[in-house]
């Protein structure tokens, strides 16, 4: 099978090029595929007939994408949807990551995929625009929303915490915000157990998470544990989101229901503890 990787040296995407070394991947970078340029996707696609296409770029800068309003919705968009029409036009499966952004995070319970999406930011909005493109377009689509996600390399949460620990005494981090820590590898794992398990009965909008959830303070501590068991977590202050001002408003509960991805997919995984405790 011939797999194209859109973002294969993101986090997730380079994650998936070491996982699925059973296939002819095919990882595009921001060199040879511009997610920007419509027209440079659709050559790409048709030049390598690729059997599955595997969408992990995303324009992820929440802040930045108030000001960059085009761009953001150019790539998490415009570019999934030209992807998912030539899924169509080839017949074959497209893989395309989502976000738990598409949620406002005022519910009072866990997000199932069927719950309402009420985007806060334009980079949440610009995500939801994607998955409703593909959508509209239909096919064999799989769309996998996932949250906090995390590894040793790229700008994310697990790493920002690492530094901050190690070179100032005290940290501020918020307590209100929960949701589910993700790492790269684990999405990865999971897309290799399922890909021989794609079929035109089971595509579909999943969340795809490990089991369990946290605040970011909670992630923080295990964070710091895991990283330095001499730091004293007395010295990591819990905050309010009120009290740590962000361009862009983050959804205060962003934890995602994965019942319906284990159940459909016939999987078991841990929770996000345990994942953590892998890295």
């Given at each position: 099978?011939?797999?194209l990787?859109?973002?294969?040296?993101?986090?997730?995407?380079?994650?998936?090029?070491?996982?699925?070394?059973?296939?002819?991947?095919?990882?595009?970078?921001?060199?040879?595929?511009?997610?920007?340029?419509?027209?440079?996707?659709?050559y790409?696609?048709?030049?390598?007939?690729?059997?599955?296409?595997?969408?992990?770029?995303?324009?992820?800068?929440?802040?930045?994408?108030?000001?960059?309003?085009?761009?953001?919705?150019?790539?998490?968009?415009?570019?999934?949807?030209?992807?998912?029409?030539?899924?169509?036009?080839?017949?074959?499966?497209?893989?395309h990551?989502?976000?738990?952004?598409?949620?406002?995070?005022?519910?009072?319970?866990?997000?199932?995929?069927?719950?309402?999406?009420?985007?806060?930011?334009?980079?949440?909005?610009?995500?939801?625009?994607?998955?409703?493109?593909?959508?509209?377009?239909?096919?064999?689509?799989?769309?996998?929303?996932?949250?906090?996600?995390?590894?040793?390399?790229?700008?994310n949460?697990?790493?920002?915490?690492?530094?901050?620990?190690?070179?100032?005494?005290?940290?501020?981090?918020?307590?209100?915000?929960?949701?589910?820590?993700t790492?790269?590898?684990?999405i990865?794992?999971?897309?290799?157990?399922?890909?021989?398990?794609?079929?035109?009965?089971?595509?579909?909008?999943?969340?795809?998470?490990?089991?369990?959830?946290?605040?970011?303070?909670?992630?923080?501590?295990?964070?710091?544990?895991?990283?330095?068991?001499?730091?004293?977590?007395?010295?990591?202050?819990?905050?309010?989101?009120?009290?740590?001002?962000?361009?862009?408003?983050?959804?205060?509960?962003?934890?995602?229901?994965?019942?319906?991805?284990?159940?459909?997919?016939?999987?078991?995984?841990?929770?996000?503890?345990?994942?953590?405790?892998?890295?």
């Amino acid at each position: 099978m011939k797999i194209l990787i859109t973002g294969s040296e993101g986090q997730v995407g380079s994650a998936l090029v070491k996982k699925l070394f059973d296939y002819n991947v095919i990882p595009l970078t921001r060199q040879n595929c511009d997610l920007g340029n419509i027209n440079q996707i659709k050559y790409v696609i048709d030049q390598h007939k690729p059997d599955l296409i595997l969408n992990t770029a995303a324009y992820t800068k929440v802040d930045k994408a108030e000001d960059e309003i085009k761009l953001a919705y150019s790539i998490n968009c415009d570019a999934p949807r030209i992807m998912a029409e030539k899924a169509l036009e080839r017949n074959v499966p497209f893989i395309h990551f989502s976000t738990d952004y598409v949620f406002d995070g005022r519910k009072d319970g866990i997000y199932t995929e069927s719950d309402f999406s009420n985007p806060l930011g334009v980079y949440g909005k610009s995500k939801l625009a994607g998955d409703n493109a593909i959508q509209a377009i239909g096919g064999q689509f799989y769309i996998f929303r996932t949250s906090w996600v995390y590894s040793n390399k790229g700008d994310n949460f697990y790493l920002n915490i690492k530094y901050l620990a190690k070179e100032l005494d005290e940290l501020k981090v918020v307590k209100d915000q929960v949701g589910v820590p993700t790492t790269s590898d684990f999405i990865a794992n999971q897309i290799q157990k399922i890909i021989p398990k794609l079929n035109k009965t089971n595509s579909g909008i999943y969340h795809l998470v490990p089991n369990g959830y946290c605040s970011r303070y909670e992630f923080a501590k295990a964070i710091i544990k895991k990283t330095y068991p001499n730091f004293h977590l007395s010295k990591i202050k819990p905050i309010y989101s009120k009290d740590y001002p962000a361009k862009a408003p983050r959804p205060l509960n962003s934890i995602l229901d994965n019942k319906n991805f284990k159940r459909t997919f016939m999987v078991k995984f841990g929770n996000w503890k345990s994942e953590l405790e892998k890295l």
